[in-house]
């Protein structure tokens, strides 16, 4: 069951106030938390969010300072909001050129104009003429 929303926002007003090396603190007890009591799993993040807290976890790891690490995430999080901009951008080009191409091929030519020459209706008298070069020809 999630968290009621009264709780969450309380959680979050109080999470505003404090520091980043604080905050990671309460991150580290709430993961300790999911691992030992959670009933189900977590939502599934998206690729870019796996590698930005794998990245996180390795610097939180190597002492880095709290600062250096929000600064870090910050820029991978933009990063992957250009690359999630340009994967959409590309599906949206590539489903305009499918439906340009289903319009393209379900079009079907008219019929209207004159009709294509044939030996019966030719604008021409040479389909008159029974012996082409014979002494019947009329120049």
Do not use: C
Request: negative net charge.
């Amino acid at each position: 069951m999630p968290i009621n929303e009264h709780l969450r926002d309380r959680i979050l007003r109080k999470l505003e106030t404090l520091s980043d090396e604080r905050a990671y603190q309460v991150l580290d007890y709430v993961e300790f938390l999911e691992s030992r009591y959670a009933e189900r799993t977590s939502p599934s993040a998206n690729t870019f969010t796996k590698f930005t807290e794998a990245i996180e976890d390795r610097l939180r790891a190597g002492k880095v300072s709290a600062s250096a690490i929000a600064e870090t995430v910050g820029f991978m999080n933009r990063a992957a909001s250009v690359l999630n901009n340009a994967i959409e951008t590309g599906k949206t080009v590539a489903n305009d050129l499918v439906d340009k191409a289903r319009t393209a091929t379900d079009v079907r030519p008219t019929t209207s104009g004159p009709p294509p020459a044939t030996p019966d209706n030719a604008s021409s008298t040479a389909h008159d003429t029974k012996d082409p070069g014979g002494p019947g020809e009329k120049l």
